[in-house]
């Protein structure tokens, strides 16, 4: 089985201007966890995920170092969420992206995802986003097909 017989087709993008307010109200309404960052050209420049958004509403871990009572200030945390939800998407999205073709076999798409540590790949074809494979959908997969849930 490939992947181009579980892939999403209809793949909900993010562009890399927008902040992270407008991520996480399309992932929220979407009930989606990550999604492709695409520039106005339509390429692929990054992946964003739940992680990254979340990741975002905290200090780094250099200024848990640095000032480690600020880490600690939930107050001072919540007064900074003003200035959060402005961060643009370029500044949190993975710009290591691991992208598959259509005919990579499933369970190789799953390997790669485990081996890399995400959790959904996107499915490029000349040059063009195709589609995402998301570990849920080899998961479902696998399942109905061999253990016939």
Known sequence: ?????????????????????????LFYESKISGA???DGA??????????DLFKALYPSYRSLFETPEY???QEAREADIHDIKHRRVSEMMSTAVFAIHPDTPVLRAGA???????????VMEDNKLVGIVTRDHIYKTILSRHFRF
């Open 71 to 73: 880490y600690l200030d």
């Open 1 to 25: 089985m490939q992947v181009r017989d579980v892939l999403e087709k209809n793949v909900i993008t993010v562009h890399p201007d927008a902040t992270h307010e407008e991520a996480s109200r």
């Open 112 to 122: 790669i995802m485990l081996s890399k540590g995400v959790h959904r790949l996107p």
């Open 36 to 38: 492709p960052v695409v």
């Open 42 to 51: 339509g390429r692929l420049v990054g992946m964003l995920s739940d992680k």
